[in-house]
């Protein structure tokens, strides 16, 4: 578990475009943090910074006590979740699951038992053995979310995880989230368009504008102002 904390976080691109524009925040360990605001304003720039796939421009992100620019991306302790799934098509559930632990060398008895557990919590043990393409997209969100479980890392990142779910599903799986968050209480940052999502999920959201934080509140705060 750890909190993460950004400093005067800011990304400029090689064409010069300013995504992030200096932003600072301080997110508690075990919190739930979505991100919102509309598109282009730097949701997904932040987050891939904080997951140490671009390269910060200038500021710190901190993980627990450690600059993840320092750190190698193997030994980042960190899951992402993403809109797209990014399952591995030729391998079963199973080894999706499997996976990341293998590639950590993780003992095998350890690697069965992890992945059995995210297994049943996710409710998808009966699709161990099947391909992602004889799922349905719910089965496939749910092998995404669990391959993130099994690693048990101190924060998950979610870039719009249910934007590609019909409206139904992404109730459903909406809810499967909150349970998740509710058992595991893994510092969260969740980047969504979404309103009745950000609401239902957020301790504290951060809307972004133009690369900045516009405003940082609880749901209710943010949503009710009069
Ligand atoms: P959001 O996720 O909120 O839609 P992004 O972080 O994707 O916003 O983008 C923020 C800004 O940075 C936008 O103006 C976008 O065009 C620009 N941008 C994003 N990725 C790149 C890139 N790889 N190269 C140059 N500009 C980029
Ligand atoms: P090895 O690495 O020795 O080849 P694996 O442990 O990778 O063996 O498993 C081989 C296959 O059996 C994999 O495709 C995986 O889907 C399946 N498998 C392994 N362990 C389990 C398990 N506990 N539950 C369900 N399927 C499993």
Excluded: W
Excluded at 33 to 61: F, H, Y
Excluded at 74 to 99: C, E, G, K, S
Excluded at 154 to 164: A, C, K, Q, R
Aim: aromatic content about 6%; charged content about 25%; some cysteine.
């Amino acid at each position: 578990m750890a909190g993460i904390v950004l400093r005067d976080l800011k990304k400029v691109y090689a064409d010069g475009a300013e995504a992030v524009k200096g932003i600072s925040l301080d997110i508690r360990d075990g919190e739930f943090i979505v991100l919102v605001g509309p598109s282009g304003c730097g949701k997904s720039t932040l987050l891939r910074m904080v997951a140490g796939l671009e390269t910060v421009s200038d500021g710190e992100v901190r993980i627990g006590e450690r600059l993840v620019n320092t750190v190698e991306p193997a030994d980042r302790d960190i899951a992402m979740v993403f809109q797209n799934y990014a399952l591995y098509p030729h391998m079963t559930v199973y080894d999706n699951l499997a996976y990341g632990l293998r590639n950590r060398k993780t003992p095998k008895a350890e690697i069965e038992a992890r992945v059995g557990e995210a297994a049943r919590m996710l409710e998808i043990t009966p699709y161990l053995q099947r391909k992602p393409k004889a799922l349905s997209g719910g089965q496939r969100q749910r092998v995404a979310m669990g391959r993130a479980i099994v690693r048990k890392p101190s924060v998950f990142l979610f870039d719009e995880p249910l934007s590609n779910l019909d409206a139904r599903l992404r109730v459903t799986m909406r809810g499967e989230i909150k349970r998740l968050q509710k058992r595991l209480g893994t510092t969260s940052l969740y980047v969504t368009h979404d309103q009745l999502e950000a609401m239902t999920l957020a301790d504290r959201l951060v809307v972004l504008n133009g690369g900045r934080i516009e405003q940082i509140g609880t749901p209710l705060e943010i949503y009710h102002e009069p």
